[in-house]
């Protein structure tokens, strides 16, 4: 008797349908165990990984899981002991036509190099600030009044405009807006903040709202130490917690503090200043992922002292730093520690506080004076709802009004 129709057939096939719908794993066809491959892909950079995703669906499907993207964060973000740097993220002006130019700079020793990258800021607006960078994505808006928000992933080429919220700042009442950029590695989330400042001659608290990218969407944040920011951006950016320099009116009158956004508890905490007199200067920054300032004199441009806040002593200070040929302006800090300044020519230079030596100089031709800004950034994977590639139409509008004035602007990275 010939077999029947039905046992025949389930023969031939010999495998369940669940197991022909499994999708193959990355790394089933590789000599190494699959948790080496992981780590080993997980170490370079964004560009080859971007490239690496064409070479099969597997490799695709892998750099594109939301684990993956934070194990190659984690490897991104940290300092290597061999050079102990990371990118840095130069904002600067153009001379004649003041253009907004943003670069990525390594200052590294063994191999220094400047790319410039496309701006996803809309190149009709001339005001743009940086608000700063977390977890790889670049905060852009327009001051005074924060109507225009870009997040932007540099690494990716990909940006989006956030939506305005329907409480727009009332310019009768209000004197300008500063933004924040947070991070929520809980929630995957990203917040931008902005806080509505009222004119200077009030004591009103500012106004708060948060917009989430989780949610798409604008909701009131409590201002419940009633503060008044100072600047039309946060100071910076720490392991995806913002702070802002603020005045606090109390009993004792007004005083400067510093604000941060607790991300627990998705609301704003204050911190105290270090101990500054009117003759002394200061700068917030990133020193290793703790929170930082470099405090000088005024009249005084060859000595900076270091202060560290601790979360059980508060701050103290950790040294004195003796510039030797004197600086003009210091405009950051790398999360290393090596300060960036201005000299009395002009001329940007990175300085090693650890050896009193400088360790590189970036000259920057056709830069409007005093314009550049640096912030320290890693480059991720990460990807928003809603970004789409960054157009080279404005790279191309760029290109045009350089030729029409003749000049445009050149970057070197010398190292010493």
């Not at 130019?101 to 191999?111: A, G, Q, R, V, Y």
């Not at 690494?155 to 807006?177: F, G, N, Y």
Request: net charge positive; hydrophobic share 40%.
């Amino acid at each position: 008797m010939p077999p029947s129709k039905g046992k025949g057939k389930g023969k031939k096939k010999g495998k369940s349908q669940k197991t022909k719908n499994r999708a193959p794993d990355a790394t089933c066809n590789c000599i190494f165990r699959r948790e080496i491959i992981i780590n080993i892909l997980s170490r370079l950079p964004v560009k080859t990984l971007l490239q690496f995703r064409c070479v099969c669906k597997p490799w695709r499907k892998l750099i594109s899981k939301p684990k993956f993207i934070a194990t190659h964060f984690r490897h991104s973000s940290s300092l290597q002991p061999s050079t102990g740097s990371s990118p840095v993220l130069l904002h600067t002006r153009h001379l004649k036509s003041y253009d907004h130019l943003l670069s990525l700079i390594n200052l590294s020793p063994e191999s220094s190099s400047v790319v410039e990258l496309d701006n996803p800021f809309p190149f009709i607006l001339k005001s743009m600030v940086v608000v700063g960078s977390c977890n790889g994505i670049v905060c852009l808006c327009q001051p005074p009044w924060g109507d225009v928000i870009t997040l932007w992933n540099p690494a990716m080429r990909q940006s989006r405009t956030v939506p305005l919220s329907k409480r727009e700042p009332i310019m009768e009442a209000h004197s300008s807006v500063s933004i924040g950029l947070a991070y929520d590695s809980q929630e995957n989330n990203f917040l931008v903040l902005s806080l509505k400042r009222f004119g200077p001659e009030t004591v009103i608290a500012d106004e708060v709202e948060m917009f989430s990218t989780k949610s798409f969407s604008w909701e009131r944040a409590p201002n419940e130490v009633g503060f008044r920011v100072l600047g039309l951006s946060c100071n910076l950016i720490i392991k995806g917690v913002p702070y802002w320099s603020a005045l606090l009116e109390d009993a004792y009158g007004s005083r400067e503090v510093l604000v941060y956004f607790d991300l627990s508890k998705k609301v704003f905490d204050r911190l105290p200043m270090p101990g500054m007199r009117r003759e002394t200067k200061g700068y917030l920054v990133n020193l290793e992922d703790s929170l930082g300032m470099l405090m000088w004199e005024k009249a005084d441009k060859y000595n900076v002292d270091i202060w560290v806040m601790d979360d059980e002593d508060g701050w103290s200070k950790k040294r004195n730093v003796g510039v030797l040929f004197g600086f003009d302006r210091i405009i950051g800090c790398l999360r290393n520690g090596n300060i960036v300044a201005y000299d009395e020519n002009g001329v940007l230079f990175l300085f090693d506080p650890m050896t009193s030596s400088v360790k590189a100089k970036l000259c920057i031709d056709n830069a409007n004076s005093g314009s550049s800004m640096i912030f320290n950034y890693s480059e991720s994977l990460v990807l928003i709802e809603g970004m789409l590639p960054v157009k080279k139409q404005a790279a191309r509008d760029k290109l045009a009004r350089e030729n029409l004035l003749k000049a445009g602007m050149n970057i070197k990275v010398t190292t010493t």
